[in-house]
């Protein structure tokens, strides 16, 4: 099936601002049967108090609470007025907050019900000052943040991994998002700063370890390919060790493009079957 497993829409504060209506329409010329609309799910407010690092990181890393209910009415209308055109799942792509579990299975409690289909990811991580610093924003911020984990890449690799394994292992109640989100997302700047080497043994141990649990759990990880279209990291994720034991497992690879514009919807789709990535 031709679909489309991760992106965002106009509720983006870090995204084109383009409408979700026309990416469905693209998705629809581009022949898809399936999109699923994830978008940022709103970041607690307490969290502001432990993360570190540029404003707009937080600022507009996530929807804003109060526009949730317009995010689920109108993506709502969307997935009814193309129905027979399309299957449009909605839901969140969830960040996992160490320390937020509690405030995250009371967001996904609430509005879990009427979500099909969500993603959850990393985007933080604990590095300088003991705070929580964006993985993904900046070169200045990754290296402000995470400046004592940088002198190997197998030391920043643990630091990711360990987070990421906390978010696996979370109680999120009965609604927990069913998808690992772009799981080396810890490389979107790797051609910056020298990250390209695989993953050493004792990573490669903890990874397993994860998609161990994850197949457990029965859940799906992301085969995102927007990191082959970001200027610093030129590679999809999960990247190709983790794929590969992914695959071994039996762990289902879902498509994403991570669009968040109208043209990136699709993109890089041609590559997982040619290059045998699902």
Partial sequence: ???????????????????????????????MKKYCITEHAPLPADFKSVYDGDPDGFDTGAMDLTDLPDYMKQMQRLQKKYQSE???????????????????????????????????????????GQK????????????????????????????????VKKSVEADLGQYRPQRIGHMSLVRKFQDYFGLAEDYD??????????????????????????????PLCNDFYPGRQITEVAKELGIPLIYGSDAHDIASVGHGQHLVESANLA
Avoid at 18 to 31: D, T, V, Y
Avoid at 88 to 112: A, N
Avoid at 210 to 224: A, G, M
Wanted: charged share 25%; net charge negative.
């Fill in 1 to 31: 099936m031709l679909l489309d497993g991760h992106t965002h829409t106009e509720f983006c504060q870090h995204g084109s601002g383009e409408p979700a209506e026309k990416m469905i329409l693209r998705a629809i010329q581009l022949g």
């Fill in 201 to 230: 043994a004792e990573n490669m141990k903890l990874i397993t370890g994860i998609l161990q649990e994850i197949k457990q759990q029965s859940r799906e990880l992301d085969l995102n390919l927007a990191g082959l279209y970001k």
């Fill in 86 to 128: 399309l299957e449009i799942s909605i839901g969140f792509e969830v960040d996992y907050l160490e320390g937020f579990e509690d405030w995250t299975r009371d967001f996904l409690d609430e509005y879990g019900p009427q979500t099909q289909e969500s993603i959850l990811s990393v985007h933080f991580m604990q590095g300088k």
């Fill in 132 to 163: 929580q610093w964006c993985i993904d924003y900046d070169t200045d911020a990754y290296q402000e943040g995470f400046v004592q984990f940088l002198d190997d890449p197998q030391h920043v690799f643990k630091q990711y991994y360990e987070t």
